[in-house]
């Protein structure tokens, strides 16, 4: 039951909101926080005037009702966030103190952080929450009521945000000794977020967001329909619970399939799904399905204006679209497809994208002049008004003007492009079968596990002012190379020193690993300020794909032949791979991202051939975002790993038997992707495994995978320093799954974002647990060829 409504939903909003600042002022304040450099008083009062001031710029941007402003801030996750507020993690009664919150977050010396992993189908990670069955959950909504009392006090009615009950169990993972699956405490959980809403009930919040993604996704481990069933079920207990505020449900990053039907029998004030073009463009049948739904008393908050890509909305078409779901009597409210986290906050920041490539853009600040207008055109359709557009003239305007221009820009497509690709023929198969690359690669001279690493090392402050004292046109460029060198020269020297079989050249040069690629590739635009979330303080500046790429000049060879004359260590080279400068980008969308990644993979086979012909015989091309671009619906999977197979292998097959390819996978659910991972035809495919504690290797059969696996032992997604014994410890558990020889030891990804301090510590760990398991394994390890990989 609720309380009779006092506030009808708003017709314009959106989901949620970019949180780290525009100027990243959320990341600063936190890694000074942790830094000591302030303390907990000085981040908090960092943290409130970013959220009220972004309160005061959506409602200048036209979200001026009550509760059409999200309240959905996370200091750093909102999973983590969820899981806090219902009991599922942390010991401290109010679910407010930071310290614990943090160590969950990033762990400590003592004990290692949540699990992280990729949110859905975008670049965000969560961290994964452990359910243990002897937790009780428990309702602890003091930050929620926090967030509206300070809200409030600055004069904002906001409708507080929390992950819904079915996602936060599903994307949960049992605790070690636990013998019931998450989900199976659904009905506990829903108890909970009973009580949760009758504390804001009580507070006098009108409207609260619930989001259930995970019903877009189909799982392993149970039906979309039995997903569909559950979830109706346990939000029909929760809507009926008692005094409650208005409940909007919103289902984002896909079409809403048995769902539809069982989120709307179940009664609430509001659903919220992604209607954009894309997720049209995937389901043909979905906006049908909404035509025909029985919406009863239920609002359609529509989510017409995508939420995750950056291209200026067809406010024309999308207000077609929106008239057609308003037709038949529905009340309908426009929004985002998702929410904005993952875009940038506003195009205006932006003075060095070409003119007419800043013309077809649209970050937050633009998509929520759009959804207003959008809002405003569709009330005024339902006034009777014969131009309805024409209440906001001036971004429609601007939508046609974006939408004819990219159309009609000769940036967008090039022949020569086309025609290189169109050539290429279907065979795309390595020289030599696996063995036979073996044994050409034995001239390596590798020993039994060989130790290297993902590829970047920590970047200075010397480096980054060096970068931005090019880019600001305050050094020439010979004087730029002359510190990427000297940098270069000390990663060299700190790897031979320490004891690394395979030496990267640490990657001192590159800003981002993709954007440093974009830079260099034409068809691609970057920003200066363009920053999203990845995980906690972690934000990259995704590129923009807006046309045909190709490689104008070498982008890597030099820096690692420079790398190579410096020792006699083999020296890895680095390529980011096709999947992942697509997955970690901004992409077009007026081609398939099949075709876009073809192009990708050619224009990396020409940088292939570069190193290779410059005497770089192990050539690592990176793929963290594989399983990241894998669609949400099994149905549309096998389609997209083909061409994702498809596009490594264009950009690696060229090679001669003896140069080694590796890759390098990020957090993700590995046995989805096992047959396409062993399809890429890397020699040596190494994996983020730290964090699930090798568990993920579990999924490897050495009988049908059989290539060489560098499983990540130390995270580096934490500050702390694993010790020896920890290393070891993770090795060993390794070695139950991968054969000595075929296994190698490495980090579990790139060391950038850490620090010197916490590095070097942790590489020394890591080669004394190297040297420990390898003095065990000596007599063990067959002698037989290639027994190094």
């Not at 999200?70 to 899981?83: N, R, T």
């Not at 994307?171 to 009758?198: C, F, I, M, N, T």
């Not at 506003?346 to 759009?370: C, I, M, N, Y």
Request: net charge negative.
């Amino acid at each position: 039951m609720t309380a009779s409504p006092k506030c009808s939903f708003p017709p314009a909003t959106v989901t949620g909101l970019p949180r780290i600042g525009p100027r990243r002022e959320l990341k600063r304040a936190l890694e000074a926080l942790w830094a000591g450099t302030i303390d907990e008083a000085a981040y908090t009062d960092a943290a409130h005037s970013l959220r009220v001031g972004a309160y005061e710029r959506q409602r200048e941007l036209g979200l001026a009702a009550d509760y059409a402003i999200p309240g959905d801030f996370s200091a750093y996750d909102q999973v983590l966030d969820a899981a806090i507020t219902t009991g599922i993690v942390g010991e401290d009664p109010s679910g407010t103190d930071l310290g614990e919150y943090f160590a969950l977050a990033r762990g400590t010396a003592e004990r290692p952080p949540l699990e992280m992993t990729k949110w859905f189908d975008t670049n965000y990670h969560y961290l994964v929450p452990e359910v243990a069955d002897e937790r009780t959950f428990t309702a602890r909504p003091q930050r929620l009521l926090d967030l509206v009392a300070e809200a409030r006090q600055a004069g904002h009615r906001i409708r507080p945000v929390l992950v819904g009950p079915v996602t936060l169990l599903a994307l949960s993972k049992p605790a070690a000794g636990a013998e019931h699956a998450p989900l199976e405490r659904l009905d506990e959980l829903v108890e909970v977020y009973a009580e949760l809403l009758a504390a804001l009930h009580a507070a006098g919040v009108e409207w609260v967001q619930l989001d259930e993604p995970i019903l877009v996704t189909d799982l392993d481990a149970i039906s979309d329909a039995d997903l569909a069933a559950c979830a109706g079920d346990a939000h029909a207990r929760l809507l009926s619970a008692g005094e409650r505020p208005q409940v909007l449900i919103t289902a984002p990053y896909g079409a809403l399939r048995a769902g539809l039907e069982t989120l709307l029998a179940a009664g609430p004030e509001a659903l919220g799904v992604d209607v954009s073009p894309a997720t049209r463009a995937v389901d043909p049948g979905w906006l049908a399905r909404l035509q025909t739904a029985d919406f009863g008393a239920t609002r359609l908050v529509a989510g017409v204006v995508d939420g995750r890509n950056i291209w200026a909305a067809d406010l024309a078409a999308e207000l077609e679209v929106l008239t057609g779901l308003q037709d038949g009597g529905r009340d309908v409210s426009v929004s985002t497809s998702t929410s904005l986290l993952h875009v940038p906050y506003t195009v205006a920041a932006e003075t060095r994208l070409p003119v007419d490539v800043a013309g077809w853009l649209s970050f937050a600040a633009e998509k929520l002049t759009e959804v207003e207008a959008l809002a405003a055109a569709l009330e005024a359709r339902g006034s009777g008004a014969a131009d309805p557009a024409g209440v906001r003239k001036p971004a429609f305007n601007r939508s046609a003007r974006a939408v004819r221009t990219r159309a009609e820009s000769d940036r967008v497509l090039n022949p020569e492009v086309r025609a290189r690709t169109a050539a290429i023929g279907e065979r795309r198969v390595r020289a030599g079968s696996l063995e036979e690359r073996r044994r050409a690669q034995d001239a390596l001279g590798l020993p039994v596990l060989p130790t290297t690493t993902i590829g970047s090392f920590p970047q200075t402050p010397e480096v980054r002012r060096a970068r931005a004292a090019l880019r600001d046109e305050r050094i020439t460029e010979v004087q730029y190379q002359a510190t990427m060198r000297a940098e270069i020269a000390e990663v060299v020297r700190l790897q031979e020193e320490l004891g690394f079989d395979v030496i990267v050249h640490g990657e001192p040069e590159r800003n981002d690993m993709v954007q440093y690629f974009a830079e260099h590739l034409a068809g691609f635009a970057v920003t200066d300020h363009g920053w999203v979330q990845s995980y906690g303080t972690r934000c990259t500046r995704p590129p923009i794909l807006f046309g045909d790429v190709h490689r104008p000049a070498p982008i890597t060879a030099p820096w690692s032949t420079f790398a190579a004359s410096l020792t006699d260590t083999p020296v890895k080279g680095m390529l980011t791979g096709p999947v992942t400068i697509l997955s970690w980008s901004f992409v077009r969308d007026d081609v398939p991202l099949s075709t876009a990644a073809e192009q990708i993979g050619l224009a990396l086979s020409d940088e292939v051939a570069e190193l290779e012909a410059a005497g770089i015989r192990i050539i690592q091309i990176d793929e963290p975002a594989l399983r990241e671009l894998l669609p949400l619906r099994a149905d549309a999977r096998d389609a997209y790993l083909d061409w994702a197979v498809d596009a490594f292998r264009l950009a690696s097959i060229g090679v001669e038997p003896g140069t080694q390819i590796h890759t390098h996978l990020c957090y993700s659910e590995f046995e989805q992707v096992i047959d396409a991972i062993d399809a890429l035809d890397a020699d040596v495919t190494s994996i983020e495994a730290a964090r699930s504690r090798m568990e993920l290797l579990a999924s490897l059969d050495p009988a049908e995978f059989d290539r060489s696996v560098g499983p990540g032992v130390y995270d580096i997604h934490s500050p702390r320093v694993p010790s020896v014994d920890e290393l070891v410890g993770l090795l060993e558990a390794a070695l139950t799954h991968v054969p000595r020889h075929r296994l190698w030891v490495n980090p579990d990804c790139g060391l950038k974002t850490r620090r010197y301090e916490e590095v070097r510590p942790a590489l020394e760990n890591l080669i004394a647990a190297r040297d420990a398991v390898r003095v065990r394994a000596a007599e063990e390890v067959p002698a037989a060829t290639g027994a190094a990989f």
